[in-house]
């Protein structure tokens, strides 16, 4: 079957292991070469493969092989590439004459993926390295073409079919225990007493303390038929208790629907297998009260799924023999899928979208807009418009490849472009403390990829009318009901307000002859937007003064005024706030509007232009109304970062934004002043950790043998920390590993150059364990690993980012059948000192490095890695310096080195990362932000497709 999703699974990717500590990878040689056979067979344009693009393709490749581990360094020169693993001192030389053919550049990742396979790391690290080198390959081709691992392969595959077999309960974790949210009626959890609130303390024996939520998950799914044993704690029951659960079918809910008098509403968040057959019932069960009035299709939270359901869902909303979607790949005819004579719903309907529309959501609303049966309303979809594939490699893993583009009724592609609502809602939200923001943040779309497909200018649908609306603070109680699973399920406020639009229009007297009239000749469409006009008109003047009276309790009260006419040249700023900024406290930024134009302006904004990764970014400043001849001032608080690296005299550091002034409404940039301020350092905590397993004999840690792990936190940073320090032990997935409560928190802060012991971490090594299929696993490894994160608490009151100013993350290697030692782990801290500016954008900059065994450092520039220098290659005068110290703790000395190079600067934002690890494998980032004199440039490369094979005018 054919998907169009997306590729969620990408957060999956970068934000954990992607194997099962458990079981070794299945043996796969030659990978690269096997997926290039399968892109040169069913990749949807051959013409991917030109010389040119091959170049990228494995530089691409590198590059993310590069990312993924600190101690690789890749460079190609003429035709070979140098492959540097760290700490050798001489790289490895590999063959990579410039690509002419696919083969070609296969042949030279898989000769590089050889290069690693030599390395010391894991086999399950080398396979991940595997998997992010093919993946950055395949990512030059367009953005959606990846390999999923085989964990993560069967989540997809579940998610796609839209069932699965396991107990019914939808579950949540809260600090580290996993709980039941919600029982769904009628399943194996609720036949067999499983209630609200329960804690899953144990699956099939094995504790869920050290598990993730996905794993416990993954752990209650199996085979229908077969049995899980949950082990139960529930509140006002003394102890722990075993339920014993039959797996069975289970349909997760991705669609609800609700009736609100005349007008039905469905949210349907996936196009997986059985939804069309979902949105047949639940569009039934809407009618039984009578025929509706009109109905609201909710896609905003829709990613995609499979194309035969996309076409299916769309058939239920339109009469027989309408174009709905072609699919089309480079060089062949296009093939045209048609409705039938399936219509389910004949009220006018409404589909409400959001940039996180996408794909086979983007079918259904872009099909219904263009045959001229529905009005999109909410903001422009993501724009995603190709089909993917996937294909089931060797290892279990699966190739999700691009195999065409699909375009909409008359050959109208929206890749790169989305569906553009006919009613666009702007939604200003108010929060707890009063606080508006004007504008919701802009959502990532197909667009921002470098790497996306192109479009091809065919798609002409234009917003008729706009609607800004306050949305409301909501506490989390309230927002878990609007959470598609909720028990008491409600529409959230963006919903509601669409459903309120359509009842007062749908409450005219001739609104079901109107109705009738424009279904025979097709015009539903014209109708809805000729009969909301005035509903919308109405409601922008009462959301206009709920704004201003929202803007006027606000904690800088502002007059918003009336809207007005501003010409360019009126308005001049200039900045009025702070110099430095300060981490972790807030800075006024003020800024002096004065208004040179003969009139008052009104409902004047400025929008704070910063790069995405800034915390400026899309922040905002409200002026309101400015007399003629006068001055207004905007004040933005900024909460700057904790973790935000500072500078000194020796190694400033800037923070570059814009203002650039509006007024509401209107998109026409009035006045813009640049702005350059100072970060400032300040003392920050460090942490680090000392360990020792207690209550083993002396020959070491033997199977099923009951131990301890005991962790010691140390701050040898600077500062103290904030109120507490949390530390949590996973199990890496390790089913053979059995610890107890794994979740922690220090007593309080911990003081610059103190520390605190933490209470034991039960540990048991199970000889055997049975898989899910029955088979048993016996333990044959010497040595077991847990993960050990570490991450400072801010006062939750106290600051915006509670990104904490330190944290720590270390696989924890512990032998088994042997004596354990335990030692002290000192993560490397790194010291901007010298940041030297040259002409011609160079800068000289030195890094001091502080550690018990340096190993190496390496520097990115932006995404490049630049430089990989092992530790020998650092400045230092072989002194040894004390590292922390206690009577419980072991001793260390440290050695400080300094790292000094020099770069040439991009012209805009560089973001620089230095990352320093030691021999134990500890490492360090420091992140920097330093500007370049010049204008960058914002290009995309994006690709043409095939052309379109018919456009309607």
Known sequence: MNRLRLPLVASLLASAAILSAGEPPRPFPDMAISVGQILSQAYYDQRAFQPEHLRVMVSQGLRALEESETAIETTWRGDQIAVLIAPASAPSLVKAAPPTSLDEAMEILERVRAVVGTSPFTDIHKRELDYAMLNGALRSLDPHSLILPPEIAQEFTEDIQGEFFGIGAILREDEGTVLIERVLPGLPAERTGVEDGDAIVAVDGEKTAGLSLGQVVRRIKGARGTTVRLTIDRKNKPGPFVLPIVRNLVTPVTERAVRLGDVGYVRMDEFHAVTGRNLAKELGKLQEQGPLAALVLDLRYNGGGLLDQARLVADFFLTGGKEIVRTVAAGQDPTKLMSTANELVTAPVVVLVSSGTASASEIVSGALQLQGRAIIVGTATFGKGSVQSIKTLRDESRLKLTIQEYQLPGGVSIQRIGVSPDLHLVGRSVGEDGTVD????????????????????????????????????????????????????????????????????????????????????????????????????????????????????????????????????????????????????????????????????????????????????????????????????????????????????????????????????????????????????????????????????????????????????????????????????????????????????????????????????????????????????????????????????????????????????????????????????????????????????????????????????????????????????????????????????????????????????QPGLNELRVVATDASKMSEYLNLRLWGDGVAQTAKTAKPGPAPTEVVP
Request: hydrophobic share 40%; proline share 7%; net charge negative.
């Open 438 to 905: 004007l504008m919701p943040f802009t959502g990532r779309r197909e667009a921002d990829d470098e790497f996306a497909l192109g479009d091809h200018g065919t798609y002409r649908e234009k917003t008729t009318f706009e609607l800004p609306w306050v949305e409301a603070f909501e506490n989390k109680d309230l927002i878990r009901k609007h959470a598609i699973a909720a028990r008491d399920f409600i529409p959230d406020q963006e919903a509601s307000l669409v459903i309120q639009l359509l009842q007062e229009a749908a409450s005219a007297p001739d609104w079901a002859t109107a109705v009738a009239a424009a279904h025979a000749d097709g015009k539903l469409r014209s109708l809805l937007l000729d009969r909301l006009r005035g509903p919308v008109a109405k409601r922008a003047e009462a959301e206009q003064a709920a704004l201003a009276a929202a803007l006027a309790k606000a904690p800088d009260p502002v007059v918003w005024g009336e809207a007005s006419v501003v010409k360019p040249g009126d308005l001049v700023v200039r900045y009025d706030g702070p110099k430095d900024l300060v981490p972790g406290e807030t800075a006024e930024l003020k800024f002096v509007v004065e208004n040179h134009g003969s009139a008052t302006a009104g409902r004047v904004w400025g929008l704070i232009e910063a790069d995405r990764r800034s915390a400026l970014w899309e922040d905002e400043v409200v002026i309101g109304m400015i007399p003629a001849g006068g001055s207004a001032t905007g004040r933005l608080r900024f909460s700057v970062p904790p973790r935000m690296t500072g500078g000194t005299a020796a190694a400033p550091i800037e923070e570059r934004f814009a203002v650039a002034l509006k007024t509401d409404g209107n998109d026409r940039e009035l006045a813009r002043l640049a702005v350059g301020l100072n970060v400032v350092q300040r003392p920050m905590p460090h942490l680090s950790f000392s360990w020792k397993i207690e209550g083993i004999p002396e020959q070491g840690l033997g199977l099923d043998q009951e131990g301890s792990l005991r962790l010691t936190v140390i701050n040898d940073g600077d500062a103290p920390t904030g109120p507490s320090v949390d530390v949590a032990v996973f199990k890496d997935n390790d089913p053979f590993v059995v610890i107890g409560s794994s979740r922690m928190r220090t007593a309080g802060p911990i003081p610059a150059g103190g520390h605190e012991t933490m209470p034991p971490v039960s540990l048991r090594v199970r000889p055997s364990y049975k898989r899910a299929d029955g088979v048993e696993q016996r333990f044959t490894g010497d040595n077991v690993t847990l993960q050990v994160r570490m991450f400072e608490r801010l006062d939750e009151d106290a600051v915006r980012d509670r990104r904490g100013r330190a944290d720590l993350f270390h696989v924890l290697s512990i032998p088994v059948r042997e004596v354990v030692r335990g030692g002290m782990l000192l993560q490397p801290r790194l010291e901007p000192v010298g940041i030297v500016r040259k002409p011609g954008n160079v800068v000289d900059l030195t890094v001091l490095v502080t550690d018990d065994d340096p190993e190496v450092v390496a520097l990115f520039q932006n995404r490049d890695k630049i430089d990989l220098r092992p530790s020998s290659r650092l400045e230092g005068d072989g002194k040894r310096l004390p590292g922390p110290s206690g009577p419980d703790l072991p001793k260390a000395e440290l050695r400080q080195l300094r790292y000094t190079t020099s770069l040439t600067l």
